[in-house]
């Protein structure tokens, strides 16, 4: 059976995230510009992952993030209580007037042909301020982590953010936790910070020092540089499986160090319709999960939805086949919410996976 060398002792954390927090404003399917209220959600590409882990999965999760000290920060503190993740904090003091800010993500969902729209106000971030040397990871490390994970919307925030990753994986490895990287490829947040030529230079830094990698078609090609078919052209990934292991066999050429390899498939018929299924690259061994037709209620969370599942499925010892299933499964999921964090039990992901179906529970 492949497997990843999870650590089996008693560690204070399972699941350990480093990013930045937002809080997304929402005003469903209704474009900003004409919008009268809107739903706040707390997300981050990487804290996603360890709320569904903590929520859903119940598993030990921790988030190594900024924080501000003012009424948005202590909103969002408390949505991470909510979610039982364990806080390590930067604290930074807001002045009142400029900052600094937990960003503020804007998207509505689209609807139909329309397709939902992202938008941020980053400026004057805490999270972008995080540098190497802000967070203990000696100390983390020494009551035990088995996973540690970030991503690449953290990475492009600044040129600090990338380095403190690096930092991380660097250490968490000498720790002897498990590493994973979402590569999360975003146009918007990598055209003010350098163009799109600067991704690659940062990402294959810290993709050397990572053993599981989560990305699309766009992610491996638009972030790391790897030869692959045009994806700007089209609106939306193919279900092909074929066509994604052939890019993992690029990519792990390049990065011997890579032990894992995943992502979602999508093929959107409309914002609301989508066909759905995900692929795994297991120590040489290729996996594929069914396809599953998903009638969409909010698309924001379902890659970090299928990341999580598929953790927890590699961190409890399951066979690859079932980690993939349990990823594949809980993001289908997250799509039928609003919001960026799970509202999933896991029975009854654990029912989806095997082949259950939608019929009403009575």
Known sequence: MSSLPVRTDA????????GALVHRLDPGIIPFRKARA??????????????NLSDCFRLKTGIASAMVNYPIGDLVQARVRECGVTPFFKHF??????????????????QGVRPPVVFYN????????????????????????????SGGIFAALSKTTAPLI??????????????????????????VAGGAATAPQVLREIVGNVDCLIGNEEDLQKGLGIAGPEVTKQAESKLDP?????????????????????????????????????????NGQKYVSPTCHLDVVCRIGGGD??????????????????????????????????????????????????????????
């Open 166 to 191: 690096l930092e991380g994986m660097k250490a968490a490895k000498a720790a002897g936790a498990i590493t994973s990287f979402d590569l999360n490829f975003r146009a918007k947040l990598w055209a």
């Open 305 to 362: 939805g299928f990341a999580a599942g598929l953790i927890y499925g590699l961190i409890t010892g399951r066979p690859p086949e079932e980690a993939l299933r349990l990823g594949w499964a809980h993001g289908a999921f997250l799509t039928t919410y609003s919001g960026d964090v799970t509202q999933a039990t896991l029975e009854e992901v654990e029912a989806f996976a095997k082949g259950g179906s939608a019929r009403v529970q009575r």
């Open 38 to 51: 809107i739903d706040l959600h707390v997300s981050g590409g990487e804290y996603n992952v360890a709320a």
């Open 93 to 110: 003091q807001h002045d009142g007037v400029y900052g600094p800010n937990i960003a503020t993500v804007y998207s509505d969902r689209g």
């Open 11 to 18: 560690c204070a954390l399972d699941f350990l995230s480093l």
């Open 122 to 149: 980053r400026s004057n971030e805490a999270g972008a301020m995080l540098k190497p040397g802000d967070f203990d990871w000696k100390a983390i490390h020494a009551a035990g982590v088995k996973w540690f994970h």
């Open 242 to 282: 074929d066509l994604f292991f052939t890019m993992i066999d690029r990519t792990v050429e390049k990065f011997p160090n890579i032990k894992m390899v995943a992502t979602t498939l999508r093929e959107v018929h409309s914002t609301n319709r989508h066909d759905w299924a995900a692929v795994l690259w297991l």
